[in-house]
């Protein structure tokens, strides 16, 4: 684990947005955001170290292909503003809604 890490960084948590009980990521990865509704919240300055003060939601606005991380959802604070990309996690027991993806995938 990084330094700056406060927490584990996978931990259980309730969707402020949908309100879905969000368990940890058992692929051995970290879990940031809801799988349902792909909404998260903005507690880090550098990932891990819950420093964000904003403390806003964080909406699912667009999703990227990288060759080497797959996909990756691009998240805007609506409180702040501040742009965030985070991997998608399709690979586990609570996958993240792919059909959504491909819906932020296809919006222009």
Same mark, same amino acid.
């Not at 969707?15 to 990865?29: H, I, M, Q, R």
């Not at 403390?55 to 797959?70: I, R």
């Given at each position: 684990?990084?330094k700056n890490f406060l927490s584990?960084?996978?931990?259980?948590?309730?969707?402020?947005?949908?309100? +879905?009980?969000?368990?940890? +990521?058992?692929?051995?990865?970290?879990?940031?955001?809801?799988?349902?509704? +792909?909404?998260?919240?903005?507690?880090?300055?550098?990932?891990?170290?819950?420093?964000?003060?904003?403390q806003g939601l964080m909406e699912?606005?667009?999703?990227?292909?990288?060759?080497?991380?797959?996909?990756?959802?691009?998240?805007?604070?609506?409180?702040?503003?501040?742009?965030?990309?985070?991997?998608? %996690?399709?690979?586990? %027991?609570? %996958?993240?809604?792919?059909? +959504?993806?491909? %819906?932020?995938?296809?919006?222009?």
């Amino acid at each position: 684990m990084r330094k700056n890490f406060l927490s584990s960084g996978n931990d259980a948590f309730v969707c402020e947005n949908c309100k +879905l009980a969000v368990t940890p +990521l058992t692929n051995g990865s970290y879990r940031n955001h809801c799988p349902r509704c +792909l909404y998260c919240k903005h507690v880090d300055v550098v990932p891990g170290d819950r420093l964000a003060t904003c403390q806003g939601l964080m909406e699912p606005v667009g999703v990227e292909y990288s060759p080497k991380k797959g996909w990756v959802i691009l998240h805007r604070c609506t409180t702040c503003n501040e742009l965030r990309r985070n991997k998608a %996690a399709l690979n586990d %027991a609570e %996958a993240d809604d792919y059909e +959504l993806i491909i %819906a932020l995938a296809s919006s222009p």
